[in-house]
């Protein structure tokens, strides 16, 4: 039985957090919940008992076991050292620890195995990230992979309660609070996260430097362009990869097939393929629209849906943390 703190409790991810924490039934021997000052106080229902928001530094005094940080960039990186040298394990959602090279950015089902009692702050990678990297894991390994193109088409969810209001305001004809600078409702903006000074969003960067990093492969070619459309269910990507070994199609989908925490979805004949409305809820990597490239030598094309809420967030930290209890690492 563990002690385990949720920072950023209420928020969209902390909810589903908590949520999961439930329905896997972690074991947990006393929950703390932890938010912004204006929250402190309120009160949420975790297994039918009411448990109240506390602060920041009543959190780390308690010295918990494992810390799930899902409450931005910022708060970790001020809080997150604080309560490793309480001796908790910190799981963070954030990116303000993935590219520190002394930090394990961790999808479990890929590379959990490099995990130390030593690791007091580990990265859980971008949503977008997980989904690809995961599908795509097994599958550098038996061709290796050279070249990847992504195009995502990413949901509202990912920006958070500000962005699923303002598109339900707009579909309502009502004026609001505003996360983009433009009309989310039957529109899409090609850009998700901030511009950096090469012409890319930070989105797109990470896509790049985290992929290169779970896949322990800077040698990987990667380019992206990352899209944020009106939906709820989950991301949605379309990967174009070149390996430097040619592949047999049926082996690629036993491969996918095999790969735990993925599921092939993949028959156009029966106008099968994943699509987010039916990743919702559901923690599964989706993948279909499986074909060779025929423009391009060694190459495939995928399609690539998760729900960014569960796998591509709460549920990889979960799994992140269902780790580290089994095998006695914290």
Request: glycine content about 6%.
């Given at each position: 039985?563990?002690?385990?703190?949720?920072?950023g409790?209420?928020?969209?991810?902390?909810t589903e957090?908590?949520?999961?924490?439930e329905k896997r039934n972690?074991?947990?021997?006393e929950?703390?919940?932890?938010?912004s000052p204006?929250?402190?106080?309120?009160?949420?229902l975790?297994?039918?008992?009411?448990?109240?928001?506390?602060?920041?530094e009543d959190?780390?005094n308690?010295?918990p076991?494992?810390?799930?940080?899902?409450?931005?960039?910022?708060t970790?990186l001020d809080f997150?050292?604080?309560?490793?040298?309480?001796g908790?394990?910190?799981i963070d959602?954030?990116?303000?620890?993935r590219?520190?090279?002394?930090?394990?950015?961790?999808?479990?089902?890929?590379?959990?195995?490099?995990?130390t009692k030593?690791?007091k702050?580990i990265a859980n990678?971008n949503?977008s990230?997980i989904?690809?990297a995961l599908a795509l894991?097994?599958l550098h390994?038996?061709y290796?992979?050279?070249?990847?193109?992504?195009s995502?088409y990413q949901s509202i969810?990912?920006?958070g309660?500000?962005?699923?209001q303002?598109?339900?305001?707009?579909?309502?004809?009502i004026s609001?609070?505003?996360?983009?600078?433009?009309?989310?409702?039957?529109?899409c903006?090609?850009?998700c996260?901030?511009f950096?000074?090469n012409?890319?969003t930070?989105?797109?960067m990470k896509?790049v430097?985290?992929?290169?990093?779970i896949?322990?492969d800077?040698?990987i070619q990667?380019?992206?362009?990352?899209?944020?459309?009106?939906v709820?269910?989950?991301?949605a990507?379309?990967v174009?990869?070149?390996?430097?070994?040619?592949f047999?199609?049926?082996?690629?989908?036993?491969?996918?097939?095999?790969t735990e925490g993925?599921?092939?979805?993949?028959?156009?004949?029966k106008?099968?393929y994943p699509m987010p409305?039916?990743?919702h809820?559901?923690d599964?990597v989706?993948?279909g629209r499986?074909r060779?490239?025929?423009?391009c030598e060694n190459?495939?094309?995928?399609w690539?849906?998760?729900d960014?809420?569960?796998?591509?967030a709460a549920?990889?930290a979960?799994q992140i943390?269902?780790?580290?209890?089994?095998n006695s690492?914290?």
């Amino acid at each position: 039985m563990a002690k385990v703190a949720v920072v950023g409790a209420t928020g969209l991810v902390g909810t589903e957090i908590l949520h999961l924490l439930e329905k896997r039934n972690f074991p947990i021997d006393e929950l703390i919940l932890v938010a912004s000052p204006i929250s402190v106080g309120k009160r949420i229902l975790f297994k039918g008992e009411e448990i109240k928001v506390i602060s920041m530094e009543d959190a780390i005094n308690k010295a918990p076991q494992i810390a799930i940080f899902s409450a931005g960039g910022s708060t970790s990186l001020d809080f997150a050292e604080k309560f490793a040298a309480v001796g908790t394990t910190v799981i963070d959602n954030s990116s303000a620890w993935r590219m520190d090279p002394i930090k394990k950015l961790v999808i479990p089902e890929v590379n959990a195995s490099e995990l130390t009692k030593e690791d007091k702050i580990i990265a859980n990678p971008n949503c977008s990230t997980i989904q690809m990297a995961l599908a795509l894991s097994n599958l550098h390994k038996k061709y290796k992979i050279n070249r990847i193109v992504i195009s995502t088409y990413q949901s509202i969810t990912g920006t958070g309660v500000k962005a699923v209001q303002q598109l339900e305001n707009e579909e309502k004809g009502i004026s609001g609070e505003m996360a983009y600078p433009h009309e989310i409702f039957r529109n899409c903006i090609p850009q998700c996260d901030v511009f950096e000074e090469n012409g890319y969003t930070k989105e797109e960067m990470k896509l790049v430097n985290e992929t290169q990093k779970i896949l322990n492969d800077k040698s990987i070619q990667i380019t992206a362009t990352a899209v944020r459309v009106p939906v709820v269910g989950g991301h949605a990507e379309s990967v174009n990869v070149s390996f430097v070994n040619d592949f047999d199609l049926k082996e690629v989908r036993e491969t996918l097939d095999s790969t735990e925490g993925v599921s092939v979805l993949d028959d156009p004949s029966k106008f099968e393929y994943p699509m987010p409305k039916n990743a919702h809820k559901k923690d599964e990597v989706f993948v279909g629209r499986i074909r060779r490239d025929f423009s391009c030598e060694n190459s495939l094309n995928l399609w690539i849906v998760s729900d960014n809420l569960r796998k591509g967030a709460a549920t990889n930290a979960i799994q992140i943390a269902e780790y580290l209890n089994a095998n006695s690492l914290i």
